[in-house]
């Protein structure tokens, strides 16, 4: 049984001069309990939308994500604000998403209030006690967050986010305004908290060596669509989709053989209100076909050695 | 007399306010080199940038001590109208963010022209030709068009590939390229790089590269130059570098980053993080988060040391 379910969801926004953006595309995919499932793509892709459609931060226009036996999509107000307490989010930017006249042991401890959880110095006690987890300095409570450096308020971030010891946390380029050395900080961090609550993490991010290290599982967006998922492991050494090769060979590794980041693909993503017919990534494809430009492939099982993997692409169609 | 120097750093030190925040900097560039400069935010990669073109905002920076010799001319003794043929004709820049370095009210072709104007003395529909021919070379699709547009109209590596066209209009020497991927996708980065290194091999021109992103260095530039907090700390040829670091800073960075890690491993973190200028630690400025310190690193500042392969390091790797 899987934890949390999303499917045919669907989020679309309207831009100037009436054009119509669908930054999440009949998206469907389901997290296990305990499982790190990585959602990479571009900027635009719809990889943070996503995201907060899952949670209703933004309401879907229409899909179904469904956590124990409710769907959140036409869930109620309170019965909404029940399941948020094990599903939980933390943000790219440690310094936007935290009130800056608040002291750490209120920011910490706000989820708890929301809910009504404990007594005061209850309360008080699990803040330490998530502070310490996180690995922040017990006097923290005291202090605001300009005091903190942008990594310790990422932990800040999280020690929130655990609070209400969710279910699942969505972490939304969590690590990507971080410098390279405290990024391994957080992400050891996040590795080490996973194994020790056993919550299930929406890990997104651009950043495929970090999505490559963390998940379980990964998901690659284009267009506002998944092209392709998988075990992390066949997903990056055998990529299937067009696109994912690409990506994957873009990316400047650091070793001594030269041309291994390649510009494979030309052009840029198309305009997200002005999609390309057929398969999103058909302009830039250099395998596309007529049919790519004319019919939308479904995400579908590949067959052959490829364990597990599905990707929305005709090659792979028998 | 030994191979000829384009640019030469000698000893460089800037203040700002009374903390020194660059110190000591040597930096030297032979023509048709590609020179990484890398650093984690903060550690005054940028600000060298700036100093070498004299755009440094004064006050409240200072530039304490050191030469910077272009070819015959001492940067830091020109007068402010030999400065502003020296920039632009010689020495051209590219930055991070394209959209906030082109002016959104003229269009493409007006701010290719303005350069052209500014530097040469061709006729108006020769500068158009040529501002044409400019945009058709850093692979702009259908280039007549884009001089008639205006910045918002295009995308970000598009907007890239005009910083790029400008400064490239009086055929400089040297090209500064400060961050010029970082807020572009993985996809459209591998483009702009190639791009870059492609016409640094057929004009000729050198290129200083400054990123924090030690893959885009491995993948195209012939030596690097490591900073930490305002100093250089290892120099050397990047297959020298990347196969070998010698110093503790520089190998802990390449030990941390995901890529280099079997994927769900615990990565090796280093701890702690980069002090403020002002809170400068005596002796080696990276000596606190160190794990191989030795009583010396905490009493004297190591100074770079070597031949080809330079590194301010006590105990340095073996």
């Not at chain 2, 005009?162 to 400089?172: D, S």
Request: one cysteine or more; a neutral charge; aromatic letters at 4%.
């Amino acid at each position: 049984m899987s934890l949390l379910s999303v499917h045919n969801l669907t989020k679309t926004f309207s831009g100037a001069n009436g054009a119509r953006v669908q930054a999440v595309s009949d998206v469907s995919f389901s997290v296990q309990a305990g499982e790190v499932l990585g959602v990479v793509g571009e900027s635009g892709c719809g990889k943070t939308t996503l995201g907060h459609a899952i949670l209703r931060l933004t309401d879907p226009d229409y899909g179904k994500v469904m956590y124990g036996g409710l769907d959140l999509v036409s869930a109620t107000k309170s019965e909404l604000k029940r399941s948020r307490r094990d599903l939980q989010i933390i943000f790219q930017d440690p310094f936007g998403s935290l009130n800056p006249r608040h002291k750490i042991g209120t920011v910490v401890g706000e989820p708890l209030l929301v809910h009504g959880i404990g007594s005061r110095s209850e309360r008080r006690d699990r803040v330490a006690s998530l502070l310490n987890l996180v690995g922040l300095p017990e006097d923290s409570s005291n202090r605001f967050p300009h005091e903190f450096s942008g990594g310790q308020r990422q932990r800040i971030a999280i020690a929130r986010a655990l609070a209400l010891e969710p279910k699942l946390i969505i972490a939304d380029e969590s690590v990507s305004a971080l410098d390279v050395s405290i990024q391994s900080q957080i992400l050891n961090l996040i590795a080490e908290l996973r194994m020790k609550l056993g919550m299930s993490i929406i890990f997104i991010s651009h950043d495929l060596s970090v999505i490559r290290h963390i998940s379980d599982r990964i998901a690659v967006m284009y267009l506002g669509r998944i092209v392709e998922i998988g075990p992390a492991i066949q997903v990056m050494s055998k990529p299937q989709h067009p696109y994912t090769q690409a990506l994957l060979s873009s990316v400047p590794e650091i070793s001594l053989s030269r041309n291994k980041a390649r510009a494979t693909i030309s052009g840029e993503p198309p305009d997200p209100s002005n999609p390309p017919s057929g398969c999103p990534f058909s302009n830039r494809c250099p395998q596309a076909t007529s049919l790519c430009r004319m019919t939308r492939p479904k995400l579908l099982p590949v067959s052959g050695d490829a364990k597990g993997v599905e990707t929305a692409c005709h090659l792979y169609a028998n | 007399m030994p191979e000829q120097t384009l640019l030469s750093v000698q000893n460089l030190s800037i203040e700002a306010g009374n903390t020194t925040i660059i110190e000591g900097v040597d930096l030297d560039i032979k023509p048709g080199e590609m020179v990484g400069l890398v650093g984690e935010s903060g550690s005054g990669k940028s600000v060298t940038a700036l100093a070498l073109m004299r755009l440094l905002a004064e006050p409240p920076m200072k530039i304490v001590s050191g030469r910077i010799l272009f070819g015959e001319s001492e940067i830091l003794t020109l007068s402010e109208r030999a400065l502003r043929t020296l920039r632009g004709n010689e020495i051209a820049m590219i930055f991070q963010e394209p959209m906030t370095s082109l002016n959104p009210v003229f269009t493409v072709g007006q701010q290719i022209r303005e350069m052209i104007h500014l530097h040469s003395s061709l006729s108006g529909p020769q500068a158009n030709e040529k501002a044409w021919e400019l945009l058709a070379r850093v692979g702009i699709p259908s280039p007549k068009d884009a001089l008639l547009r205006y910045p918002h109209q295009l995308s970000g590596g598009q907007r890239q590939r005009v910083m790029i066209a400008i400064a490239l209009a009086c055929k400089p020497k040297l090209l500064i390229a400060d961050e010029p991927t970082t807020a572009l996708d993985v996809t459209v980065q591998a483009q702009i790089l190639e791009l870059i290194d492609g016409l640094r091999r057929e004009t000729g021109m050198a290129v200083l590269l400054i990123t924090h992103d030690l893959g885009v260095v491995a993948q195209h530039c012939d030596r690097v130059a490591v900073m930490y907090l305002g100093s250089i700390v290892e120099h050397a040829p990047i297959a020298d570098l990347i196969g070998n670091p010698k110093h503790r800073y520089t190998e802990a960075l390449m030990r941390t980053i995901p890529s280099n890690n079997e994927p769900g491993t615990r990565l090796p973190a280093i701890g702690g993080t980069v002090p403020q200028p002002a809170q400068r630690p005596p002796g080696c400025a990276f000596h606190p988060r160190c794990e191989a310190a030795i009583d010396r690193c905490v009493a004297e500042v190591p100074l770079l040391d070597g031949q080809d392969h330079r590194t301010a390091c006590w105990n340095p790797v073996p």
